[in-house]
């Protein structure tokens, strides 16, 4: 078997030395590779006993250090920030931007709102009409829509029926013009409009013209009661029976379909999951002196794994007269529990320094002074 070299006591790093090559090029990490390996070497006995590693082993735990410690900065920072960064360019640089949280994320949760409301949203409303038939009260709209091709995969929900009189708006008279004390607009719902005007020159104040519609739109409910409806799954049901083939049934509807599709948005070039958000490694030279002594540590937690897998190939060494037993299995319980406690301490902080933590503790400071500055006397000035 080949005498495979072992850390021999320094090392000297180079461009290439590492599997992925992430910071190879970033001259604080090159410098630092040498001593990480040196401070490993020295925390695992050596010079005291050898340590069964190469320095490519320490430059590749040193790599995954400080990948980890990225990877656990930029997880938190997207769950911090994801809401808002749901929609943004996959070929923005995040890891140096300051992000401000913004409503987009929230206004198309609520969209689905504005669309069952009929004040927005991403489903368009259309318009339809069927005529009245003498003697017929009931009118299928699911048919209607499937006899006209607009009934899509899922069908047509209707949305209004404007089955009453139009709104008060439309059969109110010039507003500059007036009503007089409203009578034009009451005698010309039933057809006697000709017969009185009413009409005065004046203008009249904004709330008079309120007042109007609201008496305009009380009359259609008093005097015109009995003209309604009701639809059940898109079957119309209109009260009166109509006496005379005249005119259409106006409604509003949507398609069904168009609430699945108008809410779904193909593109390769947005953030759409946490997987695509647009963060990359750290930039080692970055890293304050904070993170570098937690990426010192996690080093040498995987440097000690590392030396426990490889003594684990023998159990024991024979020597004169007795055997050497190896301390694979303290090694490896060690390096596990320090990578755990290692893990938990880092999430930990980056919790505490979240956007909602923050808050929360500026809220407290803020009570707090307000406590104090409770307990400083007030002086009473007499002159």
Do not use: H
């Amino acid at each position: 078997m080949a005498n495979i070299p072992i850390w021999p006591g320094s090392s000297s790093f180079d461009i290439g030395e590492t599997p992925f090559g992430f910071y190879d090029t970033d001259i604080q990490f090159r410098e630092d590779a040498d001593k990480v390996a040196i401070f490993c070497a020295r925390r695992l006995g050596y010079p005291l006993v050898d340590v069964e590693l190469q320095e490519i082993s320490f430059y590749a735990a040193f790599e995954e250090a400080v990948t980890t410690y990225g990877n656990e900065l930029y997880a938190y920072k997207i769950r911090d920030n994801q809401l808002s960064l749901e929609g943004a360019s996959t070929s923005a640089d995040l890891n140096n931007a300051i992000i401000t949280p913004n409503f987009e994320s929230i206004v198309r949760l609520t969209e689905q709102y504005g669309v069952e409301a009929g004040t927005g949203g991403n489903v368009p409303y259309y318009t339809g009409s069927i005529a009245v038939t003498a003697s017929n009260q009931d009118y299928d709209l699911k048919q209607w829509a499937s006899d006209n091709g607009v009934d899509g995969d899922y069908g047509i929900e209707i949305k209004k029926v404007f089955y009453q009189a139009p709104p008060a708006i439309v059969r109110y008279f010039d507003p500059y013009a007036g009503t007089g004390f409203g009578y034009q607009s009451l005698f010309d719902s039933f057809g006697f409009g000709s017969f009185s005007p009413a009409i005065n020159f004046l203008m009249m104040p904004l709330n008079y013209d309120l007042a109007t519609i609201q008496a305009i739109e009380l009359n259609d409910t008093v005097r015109r009661s009995n003209y309604s409806f009701e639809i059940r799954n898109n079957k119309l049901k209109v009260f009166p029976i109509p006496d005379r083939s005249d005119g259409s049934i106006f409604f509003e509807y949507i398609k069904r379909d168009e609430r699945i599709s108008n809410s779904i948005q193909q593109t390769t070039s947005k953030v759409t999951n946490v997987s695509n958000t647009p963060y990359e490694n750290p930039t080692y030279t970055q890293i304050n002196s904070v993170g570098r002594q937690w990426i010192f540590e996690y080093t040498l937690a995987l440097a000690k794994e590392m030396l426990g897998y490889v003594r684990g190939k023998y159990g024991t060494i024979p020597i004169p007269n007795a055997d050497v037993t190896l301390n694979q299995s303290d090694l490896l319980a060690a390096a596990t529990t320090e990578k755990i406690a290692l893990l938990e301490r880092l999430r930990t902080y980056f919790d505490e320094t979240s956007r909602k933590s923050l808050l929360e503790r500026r809220a407290q400071e803020a009570e707090f002074k307000q406590v104090e500055l409770q307990q400083v006397p007030y002086t009473i000035y007499i002159g």
